[in-house]
């Protein structure tokens, strides 16, 4: 019977080798790591920036109300050029790699050790069943920009195997085989049409 918990290195090469787990292209055999695979930057970007709108409102959508994706700029880079990360800016970018997980198996994403230390952070959870690229979201804390190459192994993925399936498309979803970053979609949320009734009666 399959074990529970954190997958190791075996885990990992038997359920690629298997077809349960797809990463496509793993270019190195050097990503599968001991209890990790490393990700790779990829071409597609998404970079905030500042607007005339003096905040960004995440309520309901409205009219009048500029889109979430309003506030970010899409940019593209080759394999091998350069992309630089600014203090106090907010990067999307599509991962590389193509994944499809098991419907028992989910992935915990973040920074490697290498790029944490200069400053660069992201937590990202892809759910049992979800396939496409993996958008990443990446904030830099530090003063000075850093230059990357676009397809470095910028993140790594942890893979946890659960104890029963789930079905990642029983549902709606609001961020489902992407294959480019995605903006985010938090004015989306079914609960914010409950909350707004609930604001609408306190004030009548």
Do not use: W
Request: with cysteine.
């Amino acid at each position: 019977m399959d074990h529970k918990g954190l997958l190791t290195k075996g885990d990992l090469k038997t359920l690629i080798e298997s077809g349960d787990l797809v990463i496509e292209p793993l270019l190195q055999d050097s990503q599968i790591g001991e209890i990790s695979i490393d990700l790779r930057i990829g071409t597609d970007f998404l970079t905030s920036q500042l607007g005339r709108d003096p905040y960004l409102d995440t309520s309901m959508d409205g009219e009048q109300k500029p889109p979430l994706k309003s506030f970010f700029n899409e940019t593209r880079r080759n394999i091998g050029e350069s992309f630089l990360f600014h203090p106090s800016q907010v990067v999307l970018f599509s991962t590389l790699e193509y994944i499809k997980l098991p419907k028992n198996v989910i992935a915990i994403l973040s920074t490697r050790s290498s790029y944490s230390r200069l400053g660069l952070s992201t937590s990202t959870i892809i759910q049992p069943g979800y396939c496409g690229c993996i958008s990443v979201e990446v904030n830099y804390s530090g003063n000075t920009p850093i230059k990357v190459v676009t397809g470095a192994r910028l993140v790594q993925a942890r893979f946890y195997r659960l104890e029963g399936e789930t079905e990642y498309f029983n549902g709606p979803r609001k961020y489902i085989c992407q294959v480019r970053p995605i903006a985010s979609k938090a004015n989306e949320d079914k609960d914010l049409a409950v909350l707004d009734r609930i604001a609408r009666d306190n004030f009548e």
